[in-house]
């Protein structure tokens, strides 16, 4: 009898768990909570790496093709000149990557729950230190704001009054470039209704990676001019509260910057003008939320590495009348007029390789910032998409410099036979 027993409360167990594993079934998962990332961690702007490397990560324009990190191919531009071949890992340049271990980010500053990217991503750099932001938005402005390019366009050129009791200071302008010393709250920022931009900016990392990003905040142009900007201003320093900082020059805060829709390997499309701000809402596109304050600049081209100025936790900005100068031109390889063998590789250098990329075309023609661009990765990222060149022809090409902090070197010219 008690073995029956024992046999019929064994079914009634197995019963109840039955319809308690059915009711839990049920439950809609999508109302589990979202993780937030640490301060200083992997926030917002980390990104797991993608299966294989991205092809789209070379200049524009009249580029050959070099070798990427997949099988697809090229992380150059298209191909518009048969003078100049890169150098192939197949034919004794550089390996081809392994794949696997993601790079330690330049540094981390964000929090909140990890972003949904647009496709998957090699690896990304943190955004400001420096870094990158994700989102598959389009380039275009959020408003029809026209962007202001100097300070002159602001209506007060006069020093702010110290600010009153409405919260604490969370941005100081100071330095000799201007007026005098003028901090201001965060409502009294967001007081200045005529000065409020936004925009939607596209970024590129040292990886590299194109990004899009979501911010709101106020004229960087029209806040100097409330600080009372000087014709003597050279440079601007952007400090945050850990020390942390970034340096762009006048032309580089104050010339033309774009927000690219896409880039590939193939071209962009889609620049929208845009001025750069300093942002109290940012985020990733239809995600932004109200954070630390943080510049947002846009881009000179669509491989310019602006993320590095994405200063988070920002607390001053120090106008300086002294100019850092411009950067060294790059160097070649081989000396300039040198009659070499057909197949000859030619490599740049550069003493800063990892601030700067080097911009250069192979037609004789004047390089821009569209132009292609020789290092496209930093090099304790991806140093295998910096390939020599192979000089297959007669050639003359063109080179310069460029990275936040100076102003862009004097472009090179370099012409060679081949025998």
């Given at each position: 009898?008690?073995?029956?027993?024992?046999?019929?409360?064994?079914?009634?167990?197995?019963?109840?768990?039955?319809?308690?594993?059915?009711?839990?079934?049920?439950?809609?998962?999508?109302?589990?909570?979202?993780?937030?990332?640490?301060?200083?961690?992997?926030?917002?702007?980390?990104?797991?790496?993608?299966?294989?490397?991205?092809?789209?990560?070379?200049?524009?324009?009249?580029?050959?093709?070099?070798?990427?990190?997949d099988d697809s191919g090229a992380v150059g531009g298209d191909g518009a000149g048969a003078s100049v071949a890169p150098l192939s890992p197949t034919s004794g340049g550089t390996p081809s990557p392994t794949g696997g271990e993601t790079?330690?980010?330049?540094?981390?500053?964000?929090?909140?729950?990890?972003?949904?990217?647009?496709?998957?991503?090699?690896?990304?750099?943190?955004?400001?230190?420096?870094?990158?932001?994700?989102?598959?938005?389009?380039?275009?402005?959020?408003?029809?704001?026209?962007?202001?390019?100097?300070?002159?366009?602001?209506?007060?050129?006069?020093?702010?009054?110290?600010?009153?009791?409405?919260?604490?200071?969370?941005?100081?302008?100071?330095?000799?470039?201007?007026?005098?010393?003028?901090?201001?709250?965060?409502?009294?920022?967001?007081?200045?209704?005529?000065?409020?931009?936004?925009?939607?900016?596209?970024?590129?990392?040292?990886?590299?990676?194109?990004?899009?990003?979501?911010?709101?905040?106020?004229?960087?142009?029209?806040?100097?001019?409330?600080?009372?900007?000087?014709?003597?201003?050279?440079?601007?320093?952007?400090?945050?509260?850990?020390?942390?900082?970034?340096?762009?020059?006048?032309?580089?805060?104050?010339?033309?910057?774009?927000?690219?829709?896409?880039?590939?390997?193939?071209?962009?499309?889609?620049?929208?003008?845009?001025?750069?701000?300093?942002?109290?809402?940012?985020?990733?596109?239809?995600?932004?939320?109200?954070?630390?304050?943080?510049?947002?600049?846009?881009?000179?081209?669509?491989?310019?590495?602006?993320?590095?100025?994405?200063?988070?936790?920002?607390?001053?900005?120090?106008?300086?009348?002294?100019?850092?100068?411009?950067?060294?031109?790059?160097?070649?390889?081989?000396?300039?007029g040198a009659a070499v063998p057909y197949g000859t590789q030619l490599a740049f250098s550069h003493e800063s390789i990892d601030s700067v990329r080097i911009y250069y075309t192979i037609d004789g023609s004047e390089p821009d910032f569209?132009?292609?661009?020789?290092?496209?990765?930093?090099?304790?990222?991806?140093?295998?998409?910096?390939?020599?060149?192979?000089?297959?022809?007669?050639?003359?090409?063109?080179?310069?410099?460029?990275?936040?902090?100076?102003?862009?070197?004097?472009?090179?010219?370099?012409?060679?036979?081949?025998?």
């Amino acid at each position: 009898m008690s073995v029956v027993f024992k046999r019929v409360a064994a079914l009634l167990v197995a019963i109840v768990l039955l319809l308690a594993s059915a009711c839990s079934a049920g439950l809609d998962e999508s109302d589990a909570p979202v993780g937030a990332g640490a301060a200083n961690g992997a926030g917002d702007f980390a990104q797991e790496p993608g299966a294989g490397g991205s092809a789209e990560v070379n200049g524009v324009g009249g580029a050959v093709d070099a070798t990427g990190p997949d099988d697809s191919g090229a992380v150059g531009g298209d191909g518009a000149g048969a003078s100049v071949a890169p150098l192939s890992p197949t034919s004794g340049g550089t390996p081809s990557p392994t794949g696997g271990e993601t790079p330690a980010a330049d540094a981390a500053d964000s929090a909140g729950p990890p972003l949904q990217t647009p496709a998957p991503a090699d690896a990304t750099e943190e955004q400001g230190r420096p870094g990158e932001t994700s989102s598959g938005a389009p380039g275009d402005p959020v408003t029809a704001s026209t962007p202001s390019s100097t300070p002159s366009s602001t209506p007060e050129a006069d020093v702010e009054a110290p600010p009153s009791s409405d919260g604490p200071v969370v941005l100081t302008i100071k330095g000799d470039g201007v007026s005098g010393e003028t901090s201001w709250t965060l409502s009294q920022l967001q007081s200045m209704s005529e000065g409020c931009r936004e925009f939607v900016y596209s970024t590129t990392n040292n990886w590299p990676a194109f990004r899009h990003m979501e911010a709101c905040g106020i004229s960087l142009p029209y806040l100097l001019g409330r600080a009372g900007i000087n014709d003597s201003a050279a440079s601007f320093r952007f400090t945050a509260t850990d020390g942390y900082y970034a340096v762009v020059t006048y032309d580089q805060l104050f010339g033309a910057q774009y927000s690219y829709a896409s880039h590939s390997a193939s071209g962009s499309s889609g620049a929208s003008a845009v001025e750069p701000i300093v942002a109290w809402i940012w985020g990733d596109a239809g995600r932004a939320r109200e954070e630390s304050i943080r510049p947002f600049f846009g881009q000179g081209g669509p491989l310019d590495v602006n993320t590095s100025t994405f200063v988070q936790d920002l607390i001053t900005i120090e106008v300086s009348s002294v100019s850092a100068g411009k950067w060294p031109a790059p160097m070649a390889s081989i000396a300039d007029g040198a009659a070499v063998p057909y197949g000859t590789q030619l490599a740049f250098s550069h003493e800063s390789i990892d601030s700067v990329r080097i911009y250069y075309t192979i037609d004789g023609s004047e390089p821009d910032f569209s132009s292609p661009v020789y290092n496209p990765s930093a090099s304790y990222f991806q140093p295998h998409l910096t390939v020599p060149l192979f000089l297959v022809e007669s050639v003359t090409i063109k080179a310069f410099a460029a990275g936040y902090g100076r102003d862009r070197s004097e472009t090179v010219t370099f012409s060679f036979t081949v025998e």
